[in-house]
């Protein structure tokens, strides 16, 4: 009887999250590039702070997003040209250091 395969989780989780972050990380960036257009619509300052706490949120969620394709990025030194595409795709569709900055500034200046 064949001994079954060992498969190393951390590996898996790695080629999962360079497959799925890119997209998941983009669409968050969207949404929020959506609720961040919203605050010019509100005029009362409770609102306005409630709604200001709430990009706050959806900066950190998209900060966390980021720091696990870096660790997945970092951990993947020996993948296949699958891995390195998906890298270099996740950089090319998401200039999230340039937004997180700019949202970051925006919301200082508010």
Not at 23 to 40: E, F, L, M, S, T
Not at 87 to 108: F, S, W
Request: proline fraction near 3%; hydrophobic fraction near 40%; include cysteine.
């Amino acid at each position: 009887m064949r001994e079954p395969e060992k498969t190393d989780p951390v590996a898996t989780l790695r080629e999962d999250l360079l497959r799925d972050l890119p997209g998941d990380i983009k669409r968050v960036r969207n949404a929020y590039r959506r609720a961040a257009q919203q605050a010019a619509l509100l005029r009362d300052a409770k609102d306005f702070t409630a709604h200001q706490t709430a990009c706050k949120a959806g900066l950190g969620h998209l900060e966390c997003l980021i720091k696990l394709l870096r660790w997945a990025s970092d951990g993947d030194k020996g993948a296949d040209s699958r891995a390195e595409n998906a890298k270099a795709q996740a950089v090319e569709d998401v200039d999230v250091e340039k937004l997180i900055k700019e949202a970051r500034g925006a919301l200082q200046s508010v």
